[in-house]
């Protein structure tokens, strides 16, 4: 299992950026519950060099666990996304469903909901991109799907984004 060292655990902070959008996603997934193969899998198969650079650049360290404590099988989907209540794992976590649920139907729209997220700068711009996406998730899978997404994405986002 892979965890963030104190350097990575700086890096996720507001206000340090040293890494690019990919590495700093990979170490935002980074939770001492996840393996390389997990990551590299959640990344389609890009993970596993970046776990590589992040582990020789110090950001992350391999944890051993027993097979008592070594956590059960997870299934990698996009309502299994887990990360710290933060803009930022709200961000992946929507970068995540759109590659899943939008690419796949509707490049295009995929291509504007990454857009709108890369723009996304501060929380009332990200409620409003996550809100358009909701509505095309309802639209696609209904409304069951909308809402567990809904659900799922207001546990990751912080607290003071949802008053």
Avoid: C, W
């Amino acid at each position: 299992m892979l965890n963030k060292t104190d350097k990575g655990r700086a890096e996720v902070q507001p206000g340090a950026r040293t890494l690019g959008q990919r590495e700093r996603a990979v170490l935002l997934m980074t939770d001492g519950q996840r393996s390389t193969d997990e990551l590299n899998q959640l990344f389609g198969g890009l993970g596993r060099p970046i776990v590589a650079q992040l582990l020789a650049q110090g950001y992350i360290a391999e944890v051993r666990t027993t097979a008592r404590t070594a956590p059960p099988e997870r299934q990698v989907s996009a309502d299994s996304f887990s990360g710290p209540r933060s803009l930022a794992s709200a961000r992946m976590f929507l970068f995540d469903l759109s590659e899943r649920m939008f690419t796949p139907r509707d490049p295009q729209l995929a291509l504007r909901h990454r857009e709108a997220l890369r723009e996304a700068k501060d929380v009332d711009t990200m409620l409003a991109v996550s809100r358009r996406m909701l509505l095309d998730i309802e639209r696609m899978a209904g409304t069951e799907r909308a809402d567990a997404i809904s659900e799922r994405l207001a546990k990751l986002l912080p607290e003071s984004a949802l008053a």
